[in-house]
């Protein structure tokens, strides 16, 4: 399953970038993220991988990250792997303006199992998850 969301954030490149590469941040806009365990390579750094826990609808769920690829201001890879499958995020910024960029998401999905037909089934849900964490980012970066 692939699918791709942008929004826009009033706040410069610069900015943006910064906020998206702390990865303390992250807990500011993530809903449901209980703690980070970092498992191998440099924090933050392409190879890095880290154990994200979540509680989502009062259970728990570990999803591993692995950052693929690291081109900031302009652009991050990750991939998320858990029970469920493999996840691949790619996440572009371009500067429309000084103080407004552009922000877009590329996901492809692999589900294993059972979780293939409601992949497909809830498309829509995946994608609308996707864009909360999205506007939640936005709305972290513009009250900075």
Do not use: C
């Amino acid at each position: 399953m692939k699918y791709t969301i942008s929004n826009r954030i009033n706040k410069s490149l610069e900015e943006v970038a910064e906020k998206f590469g702390d990865p303390e941040g992250v807990k500011h806009w993530m809903e449901g993220l209980q703690k980070i365990d970092h498992i191998s390579g440099t924090p933050g750094e392409v190879g890095a991988k880290s154990d994200f826990h979540y509680l989502y609808n009062n259970k728990e769920m570990v999803i591993t990250e692995t950052i693929l690829e690291r081109n900031l201001p302009h652009q991050m890879k990750f991939a998320y792997d858990s029970s469920m499958g493999r996840n691949e995020v790619e996440i572009l910024f371009e500067k429309l303006s000084d103080n407004e960029v552009k922000q877009t998401n590329n996901t492809v999905m692999e589900l294993k199992g059972i979780m293939k037909i409601f992949g497909f089934l809830f498309k829509g849900m995946f994608k609308k998850q996707s864009l909360k964490y999205m506007t939640a980012f936005k709305e972290y970066v513009e009250k900075s």
